[in-house]
């Protein structure tokens, strides 16, 4: 199953420039979190928001959400290059059971 | 962070044969752990919650005999593809609970580095 959707699908920038992806979930949940996939690999873990938390950073990240609108954003300021990846947003329940949304690939020009 | 190996990172086998592909938690031990399936350029659908010492748990759509799980040690959790046909192929990427899962808010998967299966 799959809870939700991301935009954009896709978004190619320059370096030094901020990333912005966005993502949507439906049914209640106990914590978001953002992974990044370089192609054909494994996920790493970027971050996590737990559900009565507003907005968390770390480094050049910043994740907000809104519980309400059942949405959360990932910022990464000043994009390098090396940030080229897929990234994944998933919702976690109690039983830490991740569903993840559709993912947004992101290229960052040198 | 715990490191999650995943054994192989690739294989390719004939239409009709059975391929084990194994996730193992090399610093950590790992009671639950999760199988992901993973289609070209689209997101991670879970397959199954595999659990030490009891039956795996399916998600809605999965085949349990066509995709059988065993979790028989705190460190390994296999997935099984039987009978496997090209449209089996894909990429499969297992995860572990947090060892300190709960402490402190502590929510974090480990990933494996995935497998691709190529069935002809």
């Known amino acids: 199953s799959q809870q939700g959707e991301e935009d954009p699908q896709a978004l190619s920038i320059q370096e030094g420039e901020n990333a912005t992806m966005n993502c949507s979930y439906k049914?209640?949940?106990?914590?978001l979190q953002w992974y990044r996939q370089n192609s054909g690999r494994g996920l790493v873990h970027l971050i996590l928001i737990r559900s009565n938390e507003r907005e968390k950073h770390s480094g050049r990240l910043r994740v907000t959400l809104d519980t309400s609108k059942k949405s959360s954003s990932l910022l990464i300021t000043a994009s390098r290059a090396a940030d080229t990846a897929s990234y994944f947003c998933?919702?976690?329940?109690?039983?830490?059971?991740?569903?993840f949304g559709t993912g947004t690939l992101l290229a960052v020009q040198p | 962070g715990a490191v999650v190996s995943q054994h192989p990172s690739w294989v390719i086998c004939k239409s009709g044969t059975s391929v084990k592909i194994e996730c193992r938690s090399l610093?950590?031990?790992?009671?639950?752990m999760f199988w992901y399936r993973q289609f070209p350029k689209q997101s991670l659908m879970l397959m199954a919650t595999?659990?030490?010492?009891?039956?795996?748990t399916y998600e809605q759509g999965v085949e349990k005999d066509k995709f059988l799980i065993n979790h028989a040690s705190l460190t390994l959790s296999t997935l099984t593809v039987t009978s496997a046909h090209p449209e089996d192929s894909s990429f499969y990427i297992c995860?572990?609970?947090?060892?300190?899962w709960g402490q402190g808010g502590r929510r974090e998967a480990f990933f494996g580095q995935g497998t691709r299966l190529t069935v002809v």
């Open positions: 995860s572990a609970r947090d060892p300190m």
């Open positions: 998933a919702t976690g329940d109690a039983t830490n059971k991740l569903i």
């Open positions: 595999s659990n030490e010492g009891s039956k795996a």
């Open positions: 610093d950590f031990q790992a009671t639950t």
């Open positions: 049914t209640s949940i106990n914590n």
